[in-house]
């Protein structure tokens, strides 16, 4: 057996959501299984959504019953809901198999479903205005986990997504392998078959990793959490900042760019007398334009733990404003589920909070 399939293991079984087609075909030689078996149960896992082993009913009893023992179907399942009366928003929190729990969203657009989903348990970048890095990271979550946040609100809507961004609790270039599975898997056209161009990864900014994904070729689109654009604002905010220069993001977005030809989203999450002066938006110009990006404003979600404060509705206006006078393409993130606990992690952090006192 292949390295990788040792590794996929949790308690000991192996991870077979993890897995590829391939792998999964590996698996069931060495097993002395037809190889048209393994296509059969990754149909099952990637495309029927089955939650257990059992309803593999092509399968034999004894084939079922040989999967149960050597594998985990990993399987989030639902410790709370919260729904949208304003436009049909859900952020469901989910317990892991380890009983760890993270938070996915669902939201309708006109064009179709998206998905927003955590690829971490916690995050270990210390964003001041992040509600997710408070305690800090946790662990990892593995492909089959952050797959599975997408197939149980799949399951839960009966409905097909047709977009998804990871852009809940973690940062997914510092948990770069399982992303990168996890991408695989969920663009494989004999699974969900979602296209690479309707999936987002946003990234702090781990420039090495940025530049490795440009790499891979993929056509997916790379959003990046900017917040200021001097170096000397974004090390007030976020820490990795004092890892790399804004000078080191540019280039690295630049190469991506020529590596795959995609254009860069830039977000930027205004913040009252922080970053939306004019200024501000001036300098963001200057980043933004060489490179074509495209700028998503996010006005600051305040935290209970934190103390920033959203610019008021006039002061985002005019900072959209002063960034298409630079001919910058710019939008003002529509915000959805405004009713419930909208900020990254803050449902998992009042769970948490209940749970300890
Ligand atoms: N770690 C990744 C992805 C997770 S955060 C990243 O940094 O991009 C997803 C986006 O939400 C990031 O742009 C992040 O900076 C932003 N964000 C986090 N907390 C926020 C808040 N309270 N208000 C507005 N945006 C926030």
Same mark, same amino acid.
């Given at each position: 057996?292949?390295?990788?399939?040792?590794?996929?293991?949790?308690?000991?079984?192996?991870?077979?959501?993890?897995?590829?087609?391939?792998?999964?075909?590996?698996?069931?030689?060495?097993?002395?299984?037809?190889?048209?078996?393994?296509?059969?149960?990754?149909?099952?896992?990637?495309?029927?959504?089955?939650?257990?082993?059992?309803?593999?009913?092509?399968?034999?009893?004894?084939?079922?019953?040989?999967?149960?023992?050597?594998?985990?179907?990993?399987?989030?399942?639902?410790?709370?809901?919260?729904?949208?009366?304003?436009?049909?928003?859900?952020?469901?929190?989910?317990?892991?198999?380890?009983?760890?729990?993270?938070?996915?969203?669902?939201?309708?657009?006109?064009?179709?479903?998206?998905?927003?989903?955590?690829?971490?348990?916690?995050?270990?970048?210390?964003?001041?205005?992040?509600?997710?890095?408070?305690?800090?990271?946790?662990?990892?979550?593995?492909?089959?986990?952050?797959?599975?946040?997408?197939?149980?609100?799949?399951?839960?809507?009966?409905?097909?997504?047709?977009?998804?961004?990871?852009?809940?609790?973690?940062?997914?270039?510092?948990?770069?392998?399982?992303?990168?599975?996890?991408?695989?898997?969920?663009?494989?056209?004999?699974?969900?078959?979602?296209?690479?161009?309707?999936?987002?990864?946003?990234?702090?900014?781990?420039?090495?990793?940025?530049?490795?994904?440009?790499?891979?070729?993929?056509?997916?689109?790379?959003?990046?959490?900017?917040?200021?654009?001097?170096?000397?604002?974004?090390?007030?905010?976020?820490?990795?900042?004092?890892?790399?220069?804004?000078?080191?993001?540019?280039?690295?977005?630049?190469?991506?760019?020529?590596?795959?030809?995609?254009? &860069?989203?830039?977000?930027?999450?205004?913040?009252?007398?922080?970053?939306?002066?004019?200024?501000?938006?001036?300098?963001?110009?200057?980043?933004?334009?060489?490179?074509?990006?495209?700028?998503?404003? &996010?006005?600051?979600?305040?935290?209970?733990?934190?103390?920033?404060?959203?610019?008021?509705?006039?002061?985002?206006?005019?900072?959209?404003?002063?960034?298409?006078?630079?001919?910058?393409?710019?939008?003002?993130?529509?915000?959805?589920?405004?009713?419930?606990?909208?900020?990254?992690?803050?449902?998992?952090?009042?769970?948490?909070?209940?749970?300890?006192?």
């Amino acid at each position: 057996m292949n390295e990788e399939l040792q590794i996929r293991r949790i308690n000991d079984k192996i991870d077979i959501k993890s897995l590829t087609l391939e792998e999964v075909k590996e698996l069931l030689a060495g097993w002395g299984e037809k190889s048209f078996r393994a296509g059969q149960i990754y149909d099952w896992i990637h495309k029927k959504l089955v939650r257990s082993f059992d309803e593999m009913s092509n399968l034999s009893v004894a084939l079922r019953e040989k999967l149960a023992r050597e594998c985990i179907l990993v399987t989030l399942s639902q410790e709370r809901l919260q729904e949208s009366k304003l436009d049909g928003t859900k952020k469901a929190l989910f317990a892991l198999p380890d009983r760890n729990m993270v938070e996915s969203v669902w939201m309708k657009y006109e064009h179709g479903n998206s998905v927003c989903i955590s690829s971490q348990v916690g995050c270990a970048m210390g964003c001041r205005f992040c509600a997710s890095t408070i305690d800090g990271k946790v662990r990892d979550l593995t492909p089959s986990e952050m797959l599975d946040q997408i197939y149980a609100l799949t399951l839960m809507n009966g409905e097909r997504v047709s977009n998804v961004v990871v852009m809940g609790t973690g940062e997914p270039l510092d948990n770069y392998d399982n992303i990168l599975r996890f991408i695989r898997l969920l663009t494989d056209e004999n699974g969900l078959n979602i296209s690479q161009r309707n999936l987002t990864v946003s990234t702090c900014g781990i420039v090495p990793n940025i530049r490795r994904l440009a790499d891979e070729k993929l056509q997916i689109t790379l959003a990046l959490s900017l917040h200021a654009a001097t170096d000397e604002k974004r090390r007030e905010i976020m820490p990795i900042a004092n890892k790399y220069s804004i000078r080191e993001l540019m280039d690295a977005c630049a190469y991506y760019h020529e590596q795959t030809g995609r254009r &860069i989203t830039f977000e930027y999450s205004l913040i009252a007398g922080v970053n939306d002066r004019g200024e501000d938006a001036k300098n963001l110009a200057h980043l933004a334009g060489p490179l074509n990006s495209h700028i998503n404003l &996010i006005p600051v979600n305040p935290v209970r733990e934190r103390s920033f404060k959203q610019p008021d509705h006039s002061a985002v206006l005019a900072f959209k404003n002063k960034l298409e006078k630079y001919h910058i393409n710019v939008t003002i993130r529509r915000e959805l589920g405004r009713d419930i606990d909208g900020a990254c992690g803050q449902l998992r952090r009042s769970y948490k909070l209940e749970n300890e006192t």
